[in-house]
């Protein structure tokens, strides 16, 4: 924008004429020109990192949706626990990000391993970036340590959630970050030095496998070395639901996180005033991120309605919980290549989606694997899905477009793009197994060998709320507050002896 607002005085003075004037007059106007174009500099960069900032506050918004699901999803008695490790997360997540995450996960120039510098956000902000894209980049983080809380919740000790929570947040994510979101990383679609992994570079737009498969993951280790909860499984490892105590507050919490999404999805653009190709047309970036936005809508709602129709035929039932979580697998799907694909092609991974899940889930009944909110089948599962879908569906104009790069570049198997993308994101799902496996799974079994995993049997039967944070989440009464008292004679049912139709009717009641 600011290069055709800008001139020269020698070659506009003769333009005005060449009078002894002119130049004076050339000069004036060029500097003028020069404001202007200033001006638009700086409306230009106000305006993306406004757009970056409410995208932040979009997907900070997204804990309180986590905690709610969380806080549903697990019984009464441990309701504050899992609430506190959600607000743990954020709070511990947030300085061990700023101290050491950042750096390794952006501090460039670096190599394609880790990053270098930025450490306590020193020399930043920079050319590269403003305070908005560390406060993005940290709603990212702390959202991969609380998809690994809900996998071990009811059973774990406090102070294994901090020390999980500093590690993931503070080194363990930000290299998998640096690997395909920096531009130094050695998977990176958009690499400095043009040096792509298969000529492509893993497309993983969102963080299908960068935020959800580490977390899932993560978590999968976790719950793996601590076991499952008291009473999951009988004596003949046959499953018994455990089931949440407040269907509402899964809800409200999976609304939350769709609402958090539309930050999570087409904020990742991190700006929004960039025109594609002729300036002054109607398409432009502003029209990938109103697409982004439909994609990630139709994945949604597709896994949704799949999960809903297929736990019908499969269990008998409809269950709101159920489709939450399918709701939540197709976002965890299509978060990998939601900017690149059509709209219908979005319909297809939601619906791939939702099987993959109720595929995970029912191989980890058979292995009597036990995560209370489906956490590692869900960001896990649907999530490597997700990258494979990208690899399949990418189409080449999107790929071009939100990547750029010279000539065209390879994009989905299934759209005429070949094998390169989907052979970029299989080596993205193999190294980021790989990544988390040798870092989280040795963090839990220390911890476990040190007793500083696992509550004690008594503690989990009696539940953290009473034993390790002082009372339950719930009052229902308070008994030193008289005004709760009921005064005089209180009108009681009493339940009859029989369940026969003549002893209901003639129950007495005092």
Request: net charge neutral.
């Amino acid at each position: 924008m600011a290069s055709t607002l800008s001139c020269a005085a020698s070659d506009l003075a003769p333009l005005l004429g060449g009078g002894p004037n002119s130049t004076a007059m050339a000069t004036f106007l060029c500097s003028r020109f020069s404001a202007i174009s200033d001006q638009f500099s700086d409306t230009s960069y106000a305006i993306n990192n406004t757009y970056l900032l409410f995208s932040a506050y979009l997907v900070f918004a997204m804990q309180l949706g986590f905690a709610m699901l969380c806080a549903g999803s697990v019984r009464a008695k441990n309701t504050m626990n899992i609430m506190l490790t959600n607000v743990l997360d954020a709070a511990a997540g947030g300085l061990f990000y700023y101290l050491f995450g950042f750096a390794f996960a952006f501090g460039s120039p670096s190599n394609g391993f880790v990053g270098r510098h930025f450490f306590g956000l020193k020399e930043y902000p920079s050319p590269a970036g403003d305070y908005s894209f560390f406060l993005y980049q940290w709603a990212f983080a702390i959202a991969a340590a609380g998809i690994t809380s809900g996998s071990i919740a009811e059973r774990t000790q406090f102070v294994a959630y901090l020390i999980y929570s500093s590690f993931l947040t503070g080194f363990v994510y930000p290299i998998v970050s640096h690997w395909f979101w920096s531009g130094d990383g050695w998977a990176s679609p958009t690499r400095s030095n043009g040096d792509f992994l298969f000529g492509s570079g893993a497309i993983d737009f969102a963080g299908s496998g960068v935020v959800h498969m580490v977390g899932g993951i993560a978590g999968l280790w976790g719950a793996l070395i601590e076991g499952p909860r008291i009473g999951r499984f009988d004596r003949a490892g046959r499953s018994v639901a455990l089931r949440g105590h407040s269907a509402s507050l899964v809800v409200l919490g999976s609304f939350l996180l769709w609402f958090g999404w539309y930050g999570f999805n087409p904020g990742s653009f991190l700006t929004i005033l960039k025109a594609y190709g002729t300036s002054g047309s109607y398409y432009g970036q502003w029209s990938a991120v109103g697409r982004t936005a439909v994609t990630t809508t139709l994945a949604g709602c597709t896994a949704a309605l799949t999960t809903l129709f297929g736990k019908r035929l499969l269990a008998g039932h409809w269950n709101v919980t159920d489709v939450c979580n399918g709701l939540l697998g197709g976002f965890a799907a299509i978060t990998s290549g939601c900017s690149v694909v059509d709209p219908w092609a979005a319909i297809v991974c939601g619906f791939v989606a939702a099987w993959v899940l109720i595929g995970c889930n029912k191989l980890a009944e058979k292995c009597n694997y036990d995560d209370p909110l489906e956490a590692a089948q869900l960001h896990g599962g649907c999530g490597a899905w997700g990258l494979l879908f990208t690899g399949l569906f990418a189409k080449g104009v999107y790929v071009d477009e939100v990547y750029g790069g010279p000539g065209k570049r390879p994009h989905g198997l299934f759209m005429g793009g070949g094998g390169r993308l989907l052979a970029a994101q299989i080596v993205q799902i193999l190294v980021i197994c790989g990544w988390v496996s040798v870092t989280m799974g040795p963090l839990f079994y220390g911890l476990h060998k040190l007793k500083l995993l696992r509550i004690s049997s008594e503690d989990e039967m009696q539940g953290m709320d009473m034993t390790r944070h002082g009372g339950f989440a719930y009052a229902y009464h308070d008994e030193d507050d008289l005004s709760m008292k009921p005064s005089g004679v209180m009108m009681r049912r009493v339940e009859p002896t029989s369940a026969s139709p003549t002893s209901y009717e003639n129950s007495p009641a005092v």
